[in-house]
């Protein structure tokens, strides 16, 4: 059994996180809870920071928080100094309404609406990543309009594709993002941009993948953004600031994932920017990354209470518990793996196999596998380890099930951050269809 963070079992056997005891949240709280342990994302934030600073490279890093975002967990992120992804009008707007620092505020997109890039004016945010041609003339349409300036990285795809144990390398990406760095797009995107009177080109941006377990990747995009960027430097006369290396470096969901430490990423992305740059003379750029899983992912847990079970003789055991796909699309969209907990019982031998079912009308709707517990009752907690990334975040409503409640814990305290969606919150966007009877 693997913990995360601040987990620890108590003298009661049951699961501990950020010093209180799992089974008193359930309680209090009610379940499906989502649990985030704070320290952990503040000790991630700064693994991923202190590389940078021990070797006194200007960097940013950026919260990708498409992966969990809320007023609270932006709070948090400031407090830690670090800069922050947004990929639409509501993520802008949590920020602003969190009192993010707008200066470090990054928005990416392959389809931002006009509306949304007005805001971003409006908030006059850090950067814009441009994504595609038809976001550089808008862009300009607005500056102009507005006369007043933005800065923007371009999103390149550069040809290499990460994968989660290794990577391949294409001469064209089919890819939604981006411009392809091969095909010459990017140098349109370039020559588009560069010497437009409010449009600032500080960089370029890339982003290859996720659940990212070694460096070669980020080692060959690295060098061919650079490249790019020393080239035109040399054609142009006009030298980009700003490298953006993006996100995905992995975390352990299971014990078949070895992420490497925060560290070792970007070390090994610090060496070759390093020598790239130094091999085509062209001066050390400013390195930005983008995590989002990694800082957020393995601090999340979900407690779940059992319900019904089922067995099928022969086949397999059903727990079923109170969320499912509603809460973690994750294993029925990608086929996810998790592993689990019974928080209660959690110094007990797991000798059973359960299939962990949710309570979704959907056959698919399953969280786990083959989860290894103990003999599994009704109103048992179940723990879901590494569920805080994509899971709140890809929440939804099906079967008109409230989103849980997420619940902060840290040096002993709770606090509940973001309310559980009553029956009567499911009924607020909804208006009465009513028609008046003529001539009946
Ligand atoms: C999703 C995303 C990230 C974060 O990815 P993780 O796998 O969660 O680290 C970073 N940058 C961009 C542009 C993304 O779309």
């Given at each position: 059994?693997?913990?995360y963070?601040?987990?620890?079992?108590?003298?009661?056997?049951?699961?501990?996180?950020?010093?209180?005891?799992s089974v008193?949240?359930?309680?209090?709280?009610?379940?499906?809870?989502?649990?985030?342990?704070?320290?952990?994302?503040?000790?991630r934030a700064?693994?991923?920071q202190?590389?940078?600073?021990?070797?006194?490279?200007r960097?940013?890093?950026?919260?990708?928080?498409?992966?969990?975002?809320?007023?609270?967990?932006?709070?948090?992120a400031?407090?830690?100094?670090?800069?922050?992804?947004?990929v639409?009008?509501?993520?802008l707007?949590?920020?602003?309404?969190?009192?993010?620092?707008?200066?470090k505020?990054?928005?990416?997109?392959n389809?931002?609406?006009?509306?949304?890039?007005?805001?971003?004016?409006?908030?006059?945010?850090?950067?814009?990543?441009?994504?595609?041609?038809?976001?550089?003339?808008?862009?300009?349409?607005?500056?102009?309009?507005?006369?007043?300036?933005?800065?923007?990285?371009?999103?390149?795809t550069?040809?290499?594709?990460?994968?989660?144990?290794?990577?391949?390398?294409?001469?064209?990406?089919?890819?939604?993002?981006?411009?392809?760095?091969?095909?010459?797009?990017?140098?349109?995107?370039?020559?588009?941009?560069?010497?437009?009177?409010?449009?600032?080109?500080?960089?370029?941006?890339?982003?290859?993948?996720?659940q990212i377990?070694?460096?070669?990747?980020?080692?060959?995009?690295?060098?061919?953004?650079?490249e790019?960027?020393?080239?035109?430097?040399?054609?142009?006369?006009?030298?980009?600031?700003?490298?953006?290396?993006?996100g995905?470096?992995?975390?352990?969901?299971?014990?078949?994932?070895?992420?490497?430490?925060?560290a070792?990423?970007?070390?090994?992305?610090i060496?070759?920017?390093?020598?790239?740059?130094?091999?085509?003379?062209?001066?050390?750029?400013?390195?930005?990354?983008?995590?989002?899983?990694?800082?957020?992912?393995d601090a999340?847990?979900?407690?779940?209470?059992?319900?019904?079970?089922?067995?099928?003789?022969?086949?397999?055991k059903?727990?079923?518990?109170?969320?499912?796909m509603?809460d973690?699309?994750?294993?029925?969209?990608?086929?996810?793996?998790?592993?689990?907990?019974?928080a209660?019982?959690a110094?007990?031998?797991?000798t059973?196999?359960?299939?962990?079912?949710?309570?979704?009308?959907?056959?698919?709707?399953?969280?786990?596998?083959?989860?290894?517990?103990?003999?599994?009752?009704?109103?048992?907690?179940?723990?879901?380890?590494?569920?805080?990334?994509?899971?709140?975040?890809?929440?939804?409503?099906?079967?008109?099930?409230?989103?849980?409640?997420?619940v902060?814990?840290?040096?002993?305290?709770?606090?509940?951050?973001?309310?559980?969606?009553?029956?009567?919150?499911?009924i607020?966007?909804d208006?009465?269809?009513t028609?008046?009877?003529?001539?009946?």
């Amino acid at each position: 059994m693997h913990l995360y963070g601040t987990q620890a079992i108590n003298e009661q056997g049951h699961l501990t996180i950020g010093g209180i005891d799992s089974v008193d949240l359930a309680k209090v709280y009610g379940t499906p809870l989502f649990v985030y342990d704070i320290q952990l994302f503040r000790d991630r934030a700064k693994a991923f920071q202190k590389t940078f600073e021990d070797e006194a490279i200007r960097y940013q890093v950026a919260y990708a928080s498409k992966a969990f975002s809320s007023i609270a967990i932006y709070q948090v992120a400031a407090e830690e100094n670090l800069s922050l992804d947004v990929v639409s009008g509501g993520e802008l707007y949590t920020a602003v309404k969190a009192g993010f620092p707008k200066e470090k505020v990054h928005f990416h997109g392959n389809n931002k609406s006009e509306t949304e890039l007005r805001m971003a004016f409006e908030e006059q945010i850090g950067c814009i990543v441009v994504d595609n041609f038809y976001e550089i003339e808008l862009l300009k349409k607005i500056s102009e309009e507005l006369e007043q300036s933005m800065n923007i990285l371009l999103r390149v795809t550069p040809g290499v594709e990460a994968h989660t144990h290794d990577y391949i390398t294409t001469g064209q990406e089919d890819s939604k993002f981006g411009f392809d760095l091969k095909n010459g797009q990017a140098d349109e995107a370039f020559k588009r941009a560069y010497g437009h009177s409010f449009l600032k080109l500080m960089g370029l941006h890339c982003h290859i993948g996720s659940q990212i377990f070694d460096t070669t990747g980020f080692q060959l995009a690295a060098e061919k953004l650079v490249e790019k960027m020393s080239e035109w430097e040399k054609d142009f006369g006009y030298r980009c600031p700003v490298l953006n290396l993006g996100g995905g470096f992995g975390i352990r969901y299971t014990d078949e994932d070895t992420p490497l430490e925060p560290a070792v990423y970007v070390r090994d992305m610090i060496r070759t920017v390093k020598k790239v740059s130094a091999a085509a003379d062209f001066p050390l750029p400013e390195i930005w990354i983008e995590p989002g899983r990694s800082l957020i992912g393995d601090a999340g847990t979900t407690l779940y209470t059992v319900g019904s079970m089922k067995e099928v003789p022969g086949l397999r055991k059903y727990a079923a518990v109170d969320g499912g796909m509603s809460d973690n699309i994750r294993p029925a969209l990608y086929g996810a793996k998790y592993t689990s907990l019974i928080a209660n019982k959690a110094n007990a031998e797991a000798t059973e196999l359960y299939t962990i079912a949710g309570k979704l009308c959907e056959s698919g709707d399953k969280l786990i596998d083959e989860a290894k517990l103990p003999a599994v009752e009704a109103g048992d907690i179940l723990s879901m380890f590494c569920t805080g990334a994509y899971g709140y975040s890809m929440a939804s409503n099906y079967n008109r099930i409230g989103r849980p409640a997420v619940v902060f814990v840290e040096n002993g305290e709770h606090q509940l951050v973001v309310r559980r969606e009553t029956n009567e919150d499911l009924i607020t966007h909804d208006m009465s269809y009513t028609k008046e009877v003529k001539d009946r």
